[in-house]
């Protein structure tokens, strides 16, 4: 229900983006950071790792799609294995969504 006051949220390519828009508030002191209309799967699940180590005071939290998780199993094990504490929050439909709607 509450973020850390200076949370860093990252969201993923996906139709997860319409749940954490609706939901997600941020407030002063927070960041909040979505792909672009064309923005690629997974690449801020990744990028987090990144993010985390450049703020490393700071907590950082991954919005995505299970599709975009599933494209990016090594982070999580670079996370594990160099102890860099990223939180994931996966939202899982079982399809890719927005290439369903479109197809």
């Given at each position: 229900?509450?973020?850390?006051?200076?949370?860093?949220?990252?969201?993923?390519?996906?139709?997860?983006?319409?749940?954490?828009?609706?939901?997600?508030?941020?407030?002063?002191?927070?960041?909040?950071?979505?792909?672009?209309?064309?923005?690629?799967?997974?690449?801020?699940?990744?990028?987090?790792?990144?993010?985390k180590?450049?703020?490393?005071?700071?907590?950082?939290?991954?919005?995505?799609?299970?599709?975009?998780?599933?494209l990016?199993?090594?982070?999580?094990?670079?996370?594990?294995?160099?102890?860099?504490?990223?939180?994931w929050?996966?939202?899982?439909?079982?399809?890719?969504?927005?290439i369903?709607?479109?197809?």
């Amino acid at each position: 229900k509450r973020l850390p006051d200076n949370a860093i949220v990252l969201a993923d390519a996906g139709a997860h983006l319409a749940w954490l828009g609706y939901y997600l508030q941020i407030a002063p002191g927070q960041n909040f950071r979505k792909p672009g209309g064309f923005g690629p799967m997974a690449g801020n699940v990744n990028g987090a790792l990144g993010v985390k180590l450049a703020h490393p005071d700071r907590t950082v939290i991954v919005g995505c799609g299970d599709g975009c998780d599933l494209l990016s199993g090594f982070e999580l094990l670079t996370a594990v294995q160099y102890d860099i504490p990223v939180i994931w929050i996966v939202f899982n439909n079982a399809e890719f969504q927005l290439i369903k709607l479109y197809q």
